[in-house]
């Protein structure tokens, strides 16, 4: 009687073995399989523009096909390009930079680079240990959320070669570039603007974290100087809070000042979270908005002109720093001098019912 044998069982079928020997899809596995050369399907995946929409189309489709993913350390060694920049944020809990990283993101996909983004805390040693990761991986460009203040961080950025950007904020020495605006400039304008509206008795709520304390330093000389607080008053009252801020912490803030200053008749917010805090306190001690009280918050949130009252607050443009910061960095990424390194936004005071 025949006996049938029956296969190894320890034995891979063939395909696995070849895939598990070969390292993976290739981009030469992706080019044959949409009928081009391998040169074509690389410019196909890195400058689009440059073949046809036919042949990108057959590309995209073989890429989808078979799931490859580029090996960007590889083409980044023969081009001496990365593709990524990377960006650092105080926190990604507080909405007051998104605007600014999406405009970043969308800005830098046109060119064809990625966005690789770092949460650094308000804390200089954990800014300092993100950059030490992030110029490490060599990225086309960083992206940093205020002034570097960290000599350690400035040397080490200096001396990576790697072109940077400082935002939300303004010097006359800054590392590389620099798209930002004056915090004191703020706090001076605010001032102005409740003096002009007849506000005497005013008083601030900040979060903790450097341009919040400058924002409340410049706000305080400037109405000192306009007599908009008590002849006992060496500096005008306020109540700082942790960052980020909170809506919570702009409530309670609220309680604690008025404690202290009942006569207080203006406030200004280092956010528009910490106003919206305020505002919804006031509303539930009985505290009329704005003719007991007036409000003022900082970052234009997309819920401040819905509230009742709809809030006033200072306007940062932060889909402007965005572009302007991709900007910067495909120029010198792409061997450009950039003629103007400093550029200041400025702001805006924008008027609504509350103040």
């Known amino acids: ?24 899809i290739t981009l030469r596995d992706v080019a044959k399989l949409a009928g081009v050369a391998p040169i074509t399907a690389s410019r196909a995946l890195n400058t689009p523009d440059a073949v046809s929409p036919e042949v990108l189309r057959k590309v ?50 046109e060119r064809g680079y990625q966005l690789m983004l770092g949460q650094s805390g308000y804390r200089d040693s954990r800014e300092d240990a993100l950059l030490e990761a992030i110029i490490g991986r060599r990225p086309d460009g960083v992206v940093l959320t205020g002034i570097m203040r960290s000599a350690d961080g400035r040397r080490r950025l200096l001396a990576s070669g790697i072109p940077v950007v400082e935002t939300w904020d303004l010097t006359p020495t800054p590392i590389d570039m620099l798209v930002g605006f004056s915090h004191e400039k703020i706090g001076a304008a605010v001032a102005d603007f409740l003096h002009r509206r007849g506000k005497r008795c005013v008083a601030s709520i900040n979060g903790n974290d450097e341009r919040a304390i ?21 500096a005008v009252p306020g109540v700082v809070v942790p960052a980020p801020t909170t809506l919570g912490s702009g409530r309670s803030a609220l309680r604690e000042l008025l404690e202290r200053q009942p006569a207080v008749d203006a406030v200004f917010c280092s956010s528009d979270l910490i106003a919206l805090g305020v505002l919804t306190e006031a509303q539930a001690s009985g505290i009329k908005v704005p003719e007991q009280l007036a409000v003022i918050g900082f970052g234009d949130l997309s819920f401040a002109r819905d509230l009742h009252p709809a809030l006033t607050t200072v306007r940062i443009d932060g889909t402007s720093i965005g572009r302007k910061a991709a900007q910067f960095i495909i120029s010198r990424a792409d061997g450009q001098a950039v003629l103007d390194p400093i550029h200041d936004i400025g702001f805006s005071i924008v008027e609504r019912d509350s103040a």
Do not use: W
């Open 1 to 24: 009687m025949a006996t049938k044998s029956l296969p190894d069982q320890t034995e891979e079928p063939r395909e696995r073995r070849g895939r598990r020997s070969g390292g993976g």
């Open 60 to 109: 995209k489709d073989a890429v989808e096909r078979t799931g490859y993913v580029p090996n960007m350390l590889a083409g980044g060694l023969a081009s001496s390009k990365s593709r990524l920049v990377a960006a650092v944020v105080p926190t990604i809990a507080g909405p007051v930079f998104l605007e600014m990283v999406q405009s970043l993101t969308e800005a830098l996909a």
């Open 214 to 234: 400058r924002r409340h330093q410049a706000f305080s000389d400037a109405a000192m100087s306009l007599g908009m607080c008590h002849e006992d008053q060496s």
